[in-house]
């Protein structure tokens, strides 16, 4: 039980990669409260679904509020929901614009400035930021998500200095994955899928469990001595 008694926030925790996430925490011994915008789509004893919009500070706030207590702290947040709005720059709404930075980069910070904190003060925390590969390498239509994926970089590199001013015991790493099967690809035409799988060493995309894996042990103490790092999960592409 690498996460025993340990008490972990997820955010887009319901479907997805973030469930993924936060069955894994549960099996290893983890209260998760996965917040989400839609209701879980499952059930497990140790995953308690409450509803969050990531980008209505207030409503982050009494999400935050009501975990500490019921919990009473907060050791681990997967900075995880998120979403995609395409098209090319020269067609790009402010609306399409807006949205993704709403909720891809101020809904990061929106929970993260109540919880970091808090960590801080326990003088015990893990940040995990779901990054991109699209955040690291960029990639043609999606302006405003590698402009949020990257933008959620440097906040991990910030918060790794922030938080853990006096030597505090808090971390924050990111991870960039790849492309993995979930509904946020449900737009992306199957022949570009499949050019994204063939641009990967390992010639196919990703799992959203190999992604958990590795927010797993950033979130434990296995990776005591990792903090301000990106880890690429991407089965060794380039875009
Ligand atoms: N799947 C991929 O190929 C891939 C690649 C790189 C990064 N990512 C990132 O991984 C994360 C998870 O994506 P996924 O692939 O599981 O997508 P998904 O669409 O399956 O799941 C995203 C979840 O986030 C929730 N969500 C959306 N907006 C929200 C909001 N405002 N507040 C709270 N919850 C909200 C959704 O309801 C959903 O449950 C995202 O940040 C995404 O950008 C995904």
Do not use: H
């Not at 990061?108 to 970091?116: I, S």
């Amino acid at each position: 039980m690498r996460l025993e008694n340990k008490v972990a926030l997820v955010t887009g925790g319901a479907k997805g990669i973030g469930m993924e996430i936060a069955l894994k925490f549960a099996k290893e011994g983890a209260k998760v409260i996965a917040a989400d915008m839609s209701a879980l789509s499952y059930q497990n004893d140790n995953v308690e679904g409450v509803i969050l919009n990531v980008a209505d500070n207030n409503q982050c706030k009494e999400v935050f509020d009501y975990i500490i207590e019921k919990y009473n702290r907060i050791d681990i947040l997967v900075n995880n929901a998120g979403i995609t709005r395409d098209g090319l720059t020269a067609k790009m709404t402010d609306e399409m614009w807006d949205m993704v930075i709403d909720v891809n980069l101020k809904g990061v910070f929106n929970l993260t400035r109540y919880v970091g904190p808090q960590m801080s003060k326990n003088n015990y925390g893990s940040i995990i930021n779901v990054s991109s590969v699209v955040g690291v390498f960029g990639n043609i239509g999606q302006a405003n998500y590698a402009a949020t994926k990257a933008g959620v970089l440097g906040l991990t590199k910030t918060w790794a200095k922030e938080f853990a001013r006096k030597g505090e015991n808090v971390r924050v790493n990111a991870i960039a994955p790849g492309y993995v099967m979930t509904d946020i690809l449900k737009t992306v035409p199957q022949d570009l899928l499949d050019e994204f799988a063939r641009m990967t060493m390992l010639k196919r995309l990703g799992e959203p469990e190999e992604i958990a894996n590795v927010v797993l042990f950033l979130a434990s103490d296995e990776s005591s001595y990792i903090t301000g790092q990106t880890i690429n999960a991407n089965g060794g592409m380039r875009l």
